[in-house]
C-alpha cells in the first residue's frame, strides 16, 4: 500500500461518505433501543511525523469497568456541560492524555457505533499539532502510542471472523500491531475509516 499524505487523506475523507459499519458486527447490539443508549466519543488524532502520519491509541486501564485491557481511541461518555459531542471527545482526551483543545482541529466524524456496553459512541476526525506531549491519567490509562495511519487503513492489516451467539453469526475485527492486539470497537472504526478513505476500492 502506498503512504497517504497529508492532503491525500483530507480530501479522501471529505469526498466520500462515511460508510456503515459490517452489519454482521452489528448483531449483537441489535435488540439495544435507541432511547436506552448513552452518548459518547473518542478522538481518532492523526499526527503529522516527518517518517508519515501517525494515530493517537491508548492501552485502557485493567481495572475500567467498560473495555479494560483494550486498545483505545482517546474518549468517554457524554456529560451535561459538554456543548456537543466534539467537545466530548476534546475534553476526554484532555482527561486522559493531556491533549489540549487548541492542539486539536476537528476535519470530520463517522456514524455512532452502539456498543455492548451500551453506549452510541462518535468518533471524532481530528488533526493535532505535533509537538503535543503526553500527560496521561494512570488512573484511566496505561499507555499512550503512535501507530502509522498507513498500517491502520491497510486492509491486509486487517483480520476478520465469525463466530454463533444466539442462532446468529457475527464478525469480529482485529489489527494486531507489535506486541498490542487491537480489535473490538476501535477495529470497527478503523474499517469504517478504511472504507470511507479507500471508497473507489470497495
Given at each position: 500500500?502506498h ?9 479522501q ?10 452489519p ?5 447490539v441489535a435488540?439495544l433501543?435507541?432511547?436506552?443508549l448513552?452518548q459518547a466519543?473518542?478522538?481518532?488524532a ?6 508519515g502520519?501517525?494515530?493517537?491509541l ?5 481495572h475500567l ?6 486498545i483505545?481511541?482517546?474518549g468517554?461518555k ?6 456537543s459531542l ?7 482526551a ?5 491533549l489540549?483543545?487548541?492542539?486539536i482541529?476537528i476535519l470530520g ?5 452502539v456498543?455492548v456496553s451500551?453506549?452510541?459512541v462518535t ?16 488512573n ?8 502509522p495511519l498507513?498500517?491502520l487503513?491497510d486492509?491486509q ?6 463466530f454463533?451467539?444466539?442462532n446468529?453469526?457475527h464478525r469480529?475485527?482485529?489489527l ?5 492486539f487491537?480489535?473490538?470497537?476501535t477495529?470497527?472504526i478503523i474499517?469504517?475509516l ?6 473507489h476500492?470497495?
Amino acid at each position: 500500500m502506498h503512504i497517504i499524505s497529508r492532503h491525500q487523506f483530507i480530501q479522501q475523507f471529505q469526498m466520500h461518505l462515511p460508510v456503515p459499519y459490517h452489519p454482521q458486527s452489528l448483531l449483537r447490539v441489535a435488540h439495544l433501543m435507541p432511547d436506552s443508549l448513552r452518548q459518547a466519543a473518542v478522538l481518532i488524532a492523526v499526527v503529522e511525523r516527518p517518517h508519515g502520519l501517525q494515530v493517537i491509541l491508548t492501552k485502557r486501564a485493567a481495572h475500567l469497568k467498560h473495555h479494560p485491557g483494550q486498545i483505545s481511541f482517546p474518549g468517554g461518555k457524554y456529560e451535561p456541560s459538554d456543548l456537543s459531542l466534539q467537545h466530548t471527545a476534546q475534553r476526554e482526551a484532555y482527561e486522559e492524555i493531556g491533549l489540549p483543545s487548541h492542539k486539536i482541529h476537528i476535519l470530520g466524524q463517522l456514524p455512532s457505533l452502539v456498543t455492548v456496553s451500551r453506549f452510541a459512541v462518535t468518533p471524532i476526525l481530528a488533526w493535532i499539532d505535533a509537538d503535543y506531549s503526553v500527560k496521561r491519567d494512570h488512573n484511566e490509562v496505561d499507555e499512550v502510542f503512535e501507530v502509522p495511519l498507513d498500517f491502520l487503513l491497510d486492509p491486509q492489516n486487517l483480520y476478520s471472523d465469525r463466530f454463533a451467539l444466539k442462532n446468529h453469526r457475527h464478525r469480529v475485527f482485529a489489527l494486531p500491531y507489535k506486541q498490542h492486539f487491537i480489535w473490538g470497537m476501535t477495529a470497527q472504526i478503523i474499517q469504517s475509516l478504511q472504507k470511507q478513505i479507500f471508497h473507489h476500492h470497495q
